[in-house]
């Protein structure tokens, strides 16, 4: 510990940082998450006392920033793959962020003590994840519990915890490494009784892990499903402005055909990818789209088939005070929202060839589908990140849809996740909560990214989910990784990156709740109330303090 607190404050951050990136998913080693905030951990001691030679308190937040930005950078550093200054803005703002709970800790440590200080360390890092789930700004890619991704055999409790379960595991290790090593008059019984609790604190959740997974049997009954993956660049050839764009018409030709060399009597759905039917339509005026047509005509072909597709729609409202506050236009009278719709189409031998059904894609990318706050970030537009889509916030909906094959247990009822939602637990959770859902169904379009550690990232959080929901998953995915995980998370099915092809998987449709579905996320819902009466402590405990030096 004499060696770390010898270093460099920027050394011991770009360590730190190292750290995190070289543990994160997917080819990271994850165990390397418990030891990746004593770095920081170490500025801050290092920096507690003041400046021997000013008397001044040392510098924390360029420290702490400086770390965070690093981390960062070192591993999200794809999404400027849409645009520099778009990447720029997420890095450096997301960093910033961050350091919020950072500074609130240093201050309830010196207003409190270490005990009080280093409790809050992880109670005000976890609140932070907790409202980054939940906000305009969201961006929760580097949620701590996200690290395991990777390593689902051992986070088998997340069916009780959630993800944010993950993120109190690691800071509560990095606490306890920090408390069993860092320099002070603690006495050596002290010091190793916090050693003993270190190893608790990482074997139980560990042997708890073990012997659910050991004794989990994937339940429900099994349904065949088709995942297409059409491997079109969504740069060059899914757009009109692309040099080698591909009529809309051979771009439906190409999914159309993927399905029919997969699908068999027993295919109960078929998923296709986020926008894979792209040029927008008017919702009102779905059954007489060509595209939509045409896809019935090729459910005609195979009684008992379903389609799930993503496309781009509009929603109409007769005035101003019918549309909400994503609502576009004004001109003439007329407004409209543009939505990031997962569409539904029954087959002719079901429902009668019943009408379809719409979800609207609900957590958005901020500065992609939704300008946050605009009346402050407005001016903010520049660094929006250009994915193909439209100016201005997509509309979306209060609840979650679920696509039922019919009112059969045996066949599957669908959570169609649109992309960057799979990356919420809680709210991928409400689609069983509130629809019912034996599947979750993501589609995505993960080629913005380019061949980079982003797609391969967002795979492996679709584990997450599957053990949260104890639902297994199949994934569609524009360019890739479209896959098929089990309720256990494994991964059992993949089609390599930018390869044109199709899955066909036999997934077994659970209808149990987990406690976490039954509970909710009660360590998300509960941090942020502990960091306020935390935060409530330590202002009082300032106050009380000044009022002493006064008299």
Same mark, same amino acid.
């Given at each position: ?34 030891i990746g905030f004593v770095p920081l951990l170490a500025i801050e001691h ?252 090729? $459910? #005609?072909?195979?009684? %008992?088939?379903?389609? &799930?597709?993503?496309?781009? @729609?509009?929603?109409? *409202?007769?005035?101003? =005070? /019918? ?63 250009? $994915? #193909?889509?439209?100016? %201005?916030?997509?509309? &979306?909906?209060?609840?979650? @849809?679920?696509?039922? *094959?019919?009112?059969? =247990? /045996? ?22 909560r509130q629809g019912g859902a034996t599947l979750i169904g993501i589609i ?35 360019? %890739? ?50 960091g306020l009466g935390l935060l409530l402590l330590t202002i009082g405990a ?10």
């Amino acid at each position: 510990m004499t060696y770390l607190l010898s270093r460099h404050p920027a050394l011991l951050a770009l360590l730190g940082a190292v750290l995190l990136w070289a543990a994160w998913p997917v080819r990271g080693f994850a165990p390397l998450l418990f030891i990746g905030f004593v770095p920081l951990l170490a500025i801050e001691h290092r920096t507690a006392a003041p400046d021997a030679a000013t008397g001044k308190p040392q510098p924390f937040f360029r420290w702490a920033y400086l770390f965070l930005v690093l981390w960062n950078a070192l591993t999200t550093w794809w999404v400027s793959l849409s645009t520099i200054p778009g990447g720029i803005a997420a890095v450096v703002l997301n960093a910033l962020l961050m350091t919020l709970p950072l500074l609130a800790f240093r201050r309830t440590k010196r207003a409190l003590g270490p005990g009080w200080g280093y409790a809050s360390f992880l109670i005000y890092w976890v609140a932070f994840e907790q409202i980054h789930l939940s906000w305009d700004l969201t961006w929760p890619w580097l949620t701590l519990g996200n690290g395991f991704a990777a390593w689902p055999t051992w986070v088998q409790w997340y069916e009780y915890t959630g993800h944010l379960g993950g993120s109190v595991w690691v800071l509560a290790i990095n606490v306890l490494l920090w408390l069993s090593l860092a320099p002070g008059p603690a006495a050596k019984g002290a010091r190793t009784n916090v050693r003993l609790a270190a190893l608790a604190a990482l074997g139980l959740p560990l042997l708890w892990s073990g012997w659910l997974l050991a004794r989990f049997q994937e339940k429900g009954p099994a349904a065949e499903v088709v995942m297409v993956q059409p491997n079109i660049d969504a740069y060059e050839e899914k757009f009109p402005s692309g040099s080698r764009f591909i009529p809309y018409e051979a771009q439906l030709a190409r999914l159309i055909q993927l399905s029919e060399e997969k699908v068999t009597p027993a295919t109960r759905f078929v998923l296709w990818p986020e926008t894979a039917l792209e040029k927008g339509v008017e919702e009102t005026q779905i059954e007489a789209d060509w595209r939509v047509q045409q896809v019935r005509a090729f $459910l #005609g072909r195979h009684p %008992g088939l379903q389609l &799930i597709t993503g496309i781009t @729609t509009f929603v109409l *409202y007769p005035n101003r =005070a /019918a549309a909400p506050a994503t609502a576009r236009g004004g001109d003439g009278g007329v407004f409209y929202d543009v939505c990031n719709t997962a569409l539904h189409v029954p087959g002719a031998s079901l429902q009668a060839g019943g009408p379809t059904n719409q979800y609207h894609k609900s957590k958005l990318v901020p500065g992609v589908e939704k300008l946050p706050y605009p009346g402050i970030f407005g001016a903010l537009s520049i660094f929006a990140i250009d $994915l #193909g889509g439209t100016v %201005g916030s997509y509309g &979306i909906q209060d609840r979650r @849809t679920v696509f039922a *094959y019919d009112g059969s =247990a /045996a066949n599957p009822k669908v959570a169609p996740v649109i992309c960057y939602e799979s990356i919420y637990g809680d709210f991928v959770a409400d689609y069983v909560r509130q629809g019912g859902a034996t599947l979750i169904g993501i589609i995505t379009n993960d080629d913005w990214w380019g061949h980079t550690p982003g797609h391969r990232q967002h795979l492996a959080y679709a584990a997450l989910r599957a053990i949260e929901t104890r639902r297994a998953v199949v994934r569609a995915a524009n360019t %890739g990784i479209s896959a098929v995980l089990d309720q256990r998370g494994r991964i059992l099915q993949t089609l390599p990156w930018h390869t044109a092809g199709a899955l066909r998987a036999t997934v077994q449709l659970n209808q149990e709740q987990t406690f976490f579905l039954a509970y909710g996320d009660f360590i998300g819902h509960s941090a942020p109330w502990l960091g306020l009466g935390l935060l409530l402590l330590t202002i009082g405990a300032g106050w009380r303090q000044k009022r002493r030096q006064a008299s």
